[in-house]
């Protein structure tokens, strides 16, 4: 909810309930949108799983995947070679693709792992990187400000699978995301 939205709902609360009741009402939408939005929550919530934390060689992140999605690919036949043993639930430890790479791809807490990977990535989110993270990578690929795909409206997958697959086999870093 915006400036704008707040202010015509708070409009709307003082013509519906009396003084007392539009002010809560109002007061708790303000501050609960104050607490979503403050950089104290944002750079201080302590929940999901890190990536760092994990043992892996090759980590493959499908943004906004479902679970339950993946669970009934992997229990098909769609895909040989995915079983459900593969695939395992997760919190992030970001609860939008910004968060998740300022989070996961932080230089003072995490350069010695960032030295050893490769990062393959199709995400936009990555042009909000600082150049600090940018240099600790051994290689960051942004593969989405080469193989954008105007039509489609995002990078095809196949480009960054294909990508990702070079990489693994000529990089000599003991990481690929």
Known sequence: MGVEEFLEESIQH??????KTAFKLNLGHFLTGAALRSEFLENNALYGTHIWDREWDVLVILDACRYDLMMDVAESDEIEWLTPDMVESHYSVGSHSREFIQRTFDVETHRNEMQQTSA??????TSRLSQDQEREFALLDEVWTYEWDDD???VPPDKVIDRGIDVARNSP?????
């Open 173 to 177: 870093t003991r990481t690929l995301v």
């Open 120 to 125: 393959v990535i199709g995400n936009m989110h």
């Open 14 to 19: 003082h013509k519906e309930y009396d003084l």
């Open 152 to 154: 489609i409206g995002i």
